[in-house]
């Protein structure tokens, strides 16, 4: 038993009925109590059980009223159907009948509330065609009707007819057992009963069996009550037990006004009533001895018991065709029972014959609606097999044989365009609405299975392509033809392998040529995969390839001894390689190469030992330059040692320390010479040079007291001072970059030297050495600045 559906907990079972079984639960929402009525398993599987099962819902859910039991809520759990109504905890009719003796208060009181729910849901065209005293409960003095289960619906312009008895023996009506048309006085028949109940304690009919119930509301008055009852509702009970309908009560209004008003309903329509059941009146013998009837007799009494028995069981057997779609054995008995029903003439035979096939049939709309074709078909099939005479399956047939033309031609199409999987979608719909034993669909599924298995494996032989991976590749090939060989995956896949073996060789070829030997490998590799190992092509040239790449090899290694100076060393390797290899011109030229750095490499070593031994001459200023010239040389650079390198270094700071005193010459300028620029060198070996640059408005000493003229002394690159000659006191300004000041006015703070006099001397640093930068004297001809005498030397 299922433990929860949805948000209810289910507790305990209250009851068990044909169609579902009815449980008591716990809305876990809410915390109320409900009763829940979930449909048997076994008829979830066919549409009629549900469609009524549904229709119940759907029924219920409109009606809002107080003697009506109110449904909460419907739906479905795992492919389990279920309604959840208020629960109600009271006393079924039945029960407290058993009880003891009603009043006429209470009978009064329980049946007008009855009516007054019954003649709602009559307002709203639906019929209970269940009323009994188990489907009637009392709670605190209410009344309330159970079970909306089987009630129907009426449609405004039709009346719905049915085969199918649905009420309990008991209760139900003459026109529910004869197949009539039923309306709400069905109903009323079926209170009356419950109203006889409630004031005799006991059923109006009574018999072993269900037949003889039944018998006895077609042919048979009810007894008279002996209890002590009004007459007045004497008569409302005989008059609801009207055998016809049209001589019961118009409406449940109208027997409510009767009880109520407590008026006698005049005896001629109950004697009227009574005429007419006792037509079928038969006198009852007793104390009498037993007789064997004759023949004749027992025929007159066993042929119509007979008739009786084959009427319902064609009624309840050709409803069931309507009930189970797979059940093909319902279907035979069906024709059969027909058939015995056409030998006895039994009356309306044909009529519930047709309805049950009218319910089937709109049982089949129903899911031809919801696109349940498998189901629509199967049905069909049956119905025009059992039933070919029935018409109306023809309009379904032919819009299935219309879908399955429709499919067809839609399953050609993916059939043309290698679209398997929805191929294979339409010959399963197409199987699904076939008619006859139509076998295209399934020799068609058959095939396209098998081109299904080939697509996959041509997609799974391609990823390996895409992969590299040739031997999964083929064997996947394989697999493929070896089930369909003419599918053009097939042969598709085969030129895009020769197309990729094309780029492959014309890759090799472009690659050799640039001498990429390991890329060229790798690609022969590749080719040799391809060919499943049978390429002559990259098997010859995988050798010659293997010949360069060793030779590539030893062009490594002598490169290695080139750089270690060794390369008498890497010539041995090379005319090694070139023995091997004598076609490689890569070798040859290597060879060149070696010979041309070990000839300049010997030069340079030359080069180095000749300017040692200029140091050691004495010419200091000679090494010095030679030094710094070859030191700058990028070639030198290139072929010598980290060792060499250092060598000179050290030759270039022996120079310069046996240098670093020797004080440069004096250089005097002719002011009067130019107005432009001179420059004069001071021979040392740190290339100190000196500029005028230039002057204003003639350096004048006392007429003009604005003018300038200008020096510059350069030591290598590194550094600038430049000497400023003002008019006025004769000083000189010394002074880096631009901020140069006046002596008299130090309008420039922030220089390096103030005044500049004869005799005074500067240390300044350039070349990471310290340098003294000395004035000799300052030239003066008739306050005209003529000269400047310097010294500079090295610390």
Known sequence: MLKKINNYHILSKIASGGMSEVYLASDTQSGKKVALKILDAKLSIDPEYLYRFKKEASICQQLDHKNIVKILSYGTYKDNYYIAYEYIEGITLDKFVKQKDLTTGQIEDISIQILEGLSY?????????????????????????????IAKQELAATVTKTGLFMGSPHYVSPEQIEGHDIDYRSDIYSFG???????????????DTPWGI??????????EITKDTPLYLKEVVFKCLSKRKEDRFKSANEIISAIAGKEEIGKQTVIIDRAKVSLYEKPVYKDKPKKRLPVKKILAIVLPIIFIAIWFLIGGILSSVGNNKFNEGLYISSALKFKIARIFLIPNAEDKMNYSLDLKYQVIMDLLKEGKYKDVAHNTNLLKKYFPDYEKINKVAQILEDLYESKKQQYESYL??????????????MEAVKLGDDDFAEEELKKVEKLIEVKNLIIQANTFFSDKDYEPMYNSLEQAQNIAPDYSGISALYTKIESRYDELKNTYNKDFEDGSFTECKTTLNEMLSIREGNDSFAQENLSIIDLYLESEDYIKQAGVLVSDKEFNEAIKLINEAIDKNPDYEKLQ????????????????????????NILNSGDILSTYDQVNKLLNSSDFKSIAKQSDITRLKNIKNAAYDQGKNIVANSVSFNLYESSGWQSKNIN???????????????AHAVDNPNGYTSFAVSIGNDWEIKLLLYTGDR?????????????????YPGALVDVARNGQSYIVNAENRNFIITINSMGVDDYWFSSLNITVSAQ
């Open 589 to 612: 030229e290597v060879k060149k190469d070696i010979n041309n750095k070990k000839s300049k490499y010997a030069g340079y070593i030359a080069k180095i030992d000749e300017i040692q």
């Open 121 to 149: 849901a009559h307002s709203k065209n639906i019929i209970h065609r269940d009323i009994k005293p188990s489907n009637i409960i009392i709670e605190n003095n209410v009344v309330k009707i159970l079970d909306f289960g």
């Open 193 to 207: 009963i419950v109203l006889y109940e409630m004031a005799q304690g006991s059923v109006p009919f009574s018999a």
């Open 684 to 698: 040392n070996i740190f290339g100190v040079k000196m500029f005028m640059i230039g002057f204003s408005g003639w």
């Open 214 to 223: 039944i018998r006895a509301h077609l042919d048979k008055k009810a007894p």
């Open 416 to 429: 043309s365009a290698e679209d398997f999987e929805n191929a294979k979608n339409m010959l399963i719909e």
């Open 731 to 747: 000083l000189i300004n010394t002074k880096t970059g631009e901020n140069s000041i006046a002596a008299s006015r130090r309008e």
